[in-house]
């Protein structure tokens, strides 16, 4: 284990532990349950993001991933244990990064925008699929709105309930990995995809390192909150409309 990851794990061992002491994560039984009946799909959340990355750079030439053996669905090969818990208590989260050479890309500078961007896309059609599956579940009982998303008409059984919450807790993580990967700031996606349009590739591979203090500092501060809600609302819109119109 590299150095940067031991204080990576220190860092958020710490956040945890502040928040628990501040009274941050209260949890009784039916969250619990309900956070177990979902870990499947925040799972899959993780590592079809991480896939997407890798076979997009495998379309545009670099193999990296592929002869790694990370162009695979197995979760074994892809999550982060630390990442996958911040994921649960915090709603952001991360799997271990799919190696790409970017340099082997072809063309190198759209091949970086499209390897960064297949992230966050592969979060927004998750959290589509499962806003369909949520309306398929309820079968008629929820009412679909554009401005309050679904509300419910009359109470619907356990079992029915329980797809339904797994549905909603699945569209709302997803939105939320597309929206924290989407900050303009190294080393999440928006600064990759950024950094392609204004060819400052770069640049912004140089700030990688210090980029992650930044974003936790940013995070400790409650300053990224605003541009996380922005984001998350925007996408979230796109998502209802499109589950609106494929169903």
């Known amino acids: 284990m590299g150095k940067l990851q031991k204080l990576i794990i220190l860092i958020v061992v710490l956040w945890i532990i502040s928040k628990l002491l501040s009274g941050g994560l209260v949890f009784n039984m039916a969250k619990m349950v309900a956070l177990l009946v979902a870990l499947p799909a925040y799972i899959m959340a993780v590592v079809l993001h991480e896939v997407a990355h ?6 545009f030439g670099d193999d990296t991933a592929y002869r790694a053996g990370r162009l695979t669905l ?17 709603h952001f989260g991360w799997a271990k990064p799919v190696p790409v050479n970017f340099y082997r890309l072809k063309p190198r500078r759209w091949g970086i925008f499209w390897v960064a961007a297949a992230g966050p896309l592969a979060n927004i059609i998750q959290a589509i699929f499962w806003g369909v599956f949520m309306v398929l579940v309820a079968k008629g009982g929820v009412e679909y709105s ?3 998303g679904f509300m419910f008409k009359y109470k619907m059984g356990l079992g029915r309930m ?3 919450y797994l549905g909603m ?3 709302q993580i997803n939105v939320m990995l597309a929206a924290f990967n989407l900050i303009p700031i190294p080393p999440l996606d928006g600064s990759r995809m950024l950094a392609a349009i204004f060819n400052w590739e770069e640049d912004v591979f140089e700030m990688d390192f210090a980029g992650f203090f930044i974003i936790i500092l940013l995070l400790s501060l409650g300053i990224l909150n605003p541009v996380i809600h922005i984001l998350y609302k925007l996408i979230f819109m796109v998502v209802l409309k499109l589950t609106a119109f494929f169903v």
């Not at 890798?54 to 379309?59: D, E, I, P, R, T």
């Open 74 to 90: 197995n979760p074994l090969d892809h999550i982060d244990v630390l990442g996958l818990l911040s994921l649960i208590f915090f």
């Open 54 to 59: 890798g076979w997009v750079a495998y379309l």
């Open 162 to 164: 329980i797809l339904f």
């Open 146 to 148: 554009i401005a309050y």
């Open 169 to 171: 807790m699945a569209m």
